[in-house]
């Protein structure tokens, strides 16, 4: 019992504290973070860029609900937005009250998620839960929206 | 509207729910309603801390569609809600974690705040309750494992919407090894709402006949201090300003009768 008081009271007296700060790690901690800013630009093409790294996707696509383009992250992509929309029609049809569908193929994963009358095909290495999918489809769906305001506000001040 | 917050940390172990208890009492003593949901759907435990253990109807019903969400909702310490997780494996296995968002809808006209209790790690049932939030709060512990799975919760937050909007820092103890509250702010870019001292106050209320969270049992202890601190910070009240505040003591009764005359 005299031990232990002693001991307390030298620890506290002399400052007994072994501990040190990990520098080294929180500096690799820093840089950790570093890597994972994800900053929107006034330009859509790099705001795509940025949207593929969050949220870790290869790609993605957007279709009106025939099958058309609306956006596309590679630039093309005509086949899969016409397979990937006629097969969301037709599991829909089967089974309405579904919310996304994927499909594995080869590699890769391909989710399909329908949101205001368009479809959002995504490829990634992994699945994404329903949750993420719908997280992505939303906030691409925002900056479809930012965009097609920012381009319609030019037509106005170029026509005026 | 309510304001919904996930307390998370990624981390096990770091006391997000004994914060999210103690914090949710905090709110309420400053005159806030405010409800608490166990989203830990595998590991629920906010039923225990608030000493709360007998629910018939809990979480896990709900999110079966076996019961209403307002028959799942029970009256806590000192004004506050809750809504308990079940403690059976078999319905964790068949609940769906990502009703949590409808539920939490459901509610929000009736509250200030939701406070909701996260699991640990990145799985299925965190990201429903990271998605169901608006706002995030992280509780991590003053070492880098902990701050760096708080790292990765904030980068899965931010993805799934939920503004990560600060931090808490639990278990305090001022040791030379320990990263520092300003270190701890700028790695993970957010403000602290509170660095919570170590104090075996918090664990000693678990250890009673009758379980209550340490802000109750003990609310002048340097922890309850600090939470109360906490709750001020969030809500933009300062201690001095809540309703709770304004009951005055025997002592400055007596002096204010003085004052009068």
Request: proline share 4%; aromatic share 6%.
């Amino acid at each position: 019992m005299v031990i232990k008081i002693l001991r307390s009271f030298a620890a506290r007296v002399l400052d007994d504290d072994s501990t040190k700060k990990p520098h080294s790690q929180i500096e690799f901690l820093r840089d950790f973070l570093s890597k994972h800013k994800y900053i929107y630009t006034q330009d859509f093409e790099e705001n795509l860029v940025v949207l593929k790294r969050k949220h870790l996707v290869d790609s993605f696509l957007v279709t009106n609900l025939d099958g058309s383009i609306v956006v596309s992250s590679e630039g093309n992509g005509h086949t899969e937005g016409i397979m990937g929309t006629a097969m969301l029609s037709y599991i829909k049809s089967e089974l309405p009250d579904s919310e996304s569908v994927l499909i594995k193929r080869n590699d890769s994963w391909f989710m399909l998620f329908p949101l205001e009358k368009k479809v959002f095909i995504v490829k990634a290495g992994s699945e994404l839960s329903n949750i993420e999918l719908r997280a992505l489809s939303f906030e691409l769906n925002s900056l479809l929206q930012t965009n097609k305001q920012t381009l319609e506000k030019k037509r106005v001040s170029q026509t005026a | 509207m309510a304001r919904v917050i996930a307390i998370a940390s990624g981390k096990g172990g770091t006391g997000k729910t004994t914060v999210t208890a103690n914090l949710g009492i905090a709110l309420a003593r400053l005159g806030k309603k405010v409800l608490l949901i166990d989203a830990d759907v595998a590991m629920a435990n906010l039923s225990l801390i608030l000493g709360m253990q007998s629910s018939p109807i809990t979480l896990h019903d709900v999110l079966l569609g076996e019961a209403q969400v307002h028959d799942a909702v029970y009256d806590g310490p000192e004004g506050v809600k809750f809504i308990p997780s079940g403690l059976s494996l078999d319905n964790y296995k068949r609940v769906d974690s990502e009703r949590l968002l409808g539920i939490v809808s459901q509610l929000n006209e009736q509250y200030d705040y939701i406070l909701l209790d996260v699991a640990a790690g990145i799985e299925k049932n965190v990201l429903s309750a990271l998605s169901a939030s608006q706002e995030t709060v992280l509780v991590t512990m003053p070492t880098s494992p902990a701050i760096a799975d708080a790292l990765k919760t904030k980068i899965v937050a931010q993805r799934l919407g939920s503004k990560v909007i600060g931090v808490v820092i639990n278990f305090v103890m001022n040791e030379n090894g320990e990263i520092t509250k300003n270190d701890i702010s700028s790695m993970l870019e957010l403000p602290v709402y509170g660095s919570v001292p170590y104090d075996p106050e918090v664990r000693k209320s678990f250890m009673q006949e009758k379980v209550s969270p340490v802000i109750v049992r003990k609310p002048d202890c340097p922890a309850s201090v600090e939470l109360t601190k906490v709750a001020s910070r969030l809500s933009g009240i300062k201690v001095g300003d809540s309703p709770s505040s304004s009951k005055k003591g025997f002592l400055a009764k007596l002096f204010s009768i003085f004052r009068k005359k």
